[in-house]
């Protein structure tokens, strides 16, 4: 059974710290998402990897970086966490392809800025 | 450049009723769509997606779409619905991106589906 795993459910921090979003996928999947979820908003993409190492911005990269030092992780970095940062953080990975591959998604991470 | 509209945020409905969920969607080239399901506080599940071929896909759930080009909508319909169908719905649909040309979801507002006893 597929897995997307993201390192927590609720996540509370103060402005101004550094903020760090974790998930680990185990399908082997070339590529993985992040993306942010708000109501009337759906979700966005903020950045994406296809490849270790490898990164292209999203629609909403401002205010965040990304890391994928390993196939299976890729984080989320919120360099100085702002009230507007305040959201539904989603996770998903893909394999490569033509652009029909479905992206499974972990369960999200809700964060509260301060 | 590419995007779905849902066009209902909130739709009710009583239980064993039909639903269906509009999804509007803009493209200049060829597309492929997915909806997707979100229940409560969990993230969210391919329900079905149209790549090419017949333009009446069925998904789980007892959910199917139509996909109508000349229309460019996708609808997502089901013929009797139950109250664990109640949750978020996202149309999507996919693009090529990047130098990578890696697959990309663009995605719809969300429609909240709620059953009623």
């Known amino acids: 059974d597929v897995k997307v795993t993201q390192s927590s459910r609720y996540l509370v921090k103060r402005t101004g710290e550094k903020v760090f979003l974790e998930c680990v996928q185990d399908?082997?999947?070339?590529?993985m998402f992040w993306y942010r979820q708000d109501p009337g908003l759906g979700l966005r993409l903020i950045y994406f990897?296809?490849?270790?190492?490898?990164?292209e911005k999203g629609d909403i990269p401002e205010g965040y970086s990304v890391s994928r030092e390993k196939k299976e992780r890729f984080s989320l970095i919120l360099e100085s966490a702002s009230t507007n940062q305040t959201s539904m953080y989603l996770c998903?990975?893909?394999?490569?392809?033509?652009?029909?591959?479905?992206?499974?998604f972990g369960p999200g991470t809700r964060l509260l800025v301060l | 450049a590419q995007s779905v509209t849902q066009l209902d945020s909130q739709v009710p409905v009583f239980e064993e009723a039909p639903v269906e969920l509009r999804c509007n969607y803009s493209?200049?080239?060829?597309?492929?769509l997915f909806w997707y399901v979100q229940y409560p506080n969990q993230g969210l599940q391919l329900l079905l997606k149209?790549?090419?071929?017949?333009?009446l896909v069925k998904g789980i759930n007892g959910f199917e779409a139509e996909f109508n080009k000349s229309q460019t909508s996708f609808h997502l319909r089901k013929p009797s619905v139950h109250i664990s169908d109640t949750a978020e719905y996202f149309c999507?649909?996919?693009?090529?991106?990047?130098?990578?040309?890696?697959?990309?979801?663009?995605f719809g507002q969300g429609t909240t589906l709620q059953v009623k006893p």
């Open positions: 998903a990975s893909s394999p490569s392809g033509q652009g029909g591959e479905t992206q499974y």
């Open positions: 399908m082997d999947h070339e590529n």
């Open positions: 990897s296809y490849d270790v190492k490898m990164k």
């Open positions: 493209s200049s080239v060829s597309v492929y």
């Open positions: 149209y790549l090419s071929g017949s333009t």
């Open positions: 999507a649909v996919s693009s090529l991106h990047g130098s990578s040309n890696t697959g990309k979801l663009i």
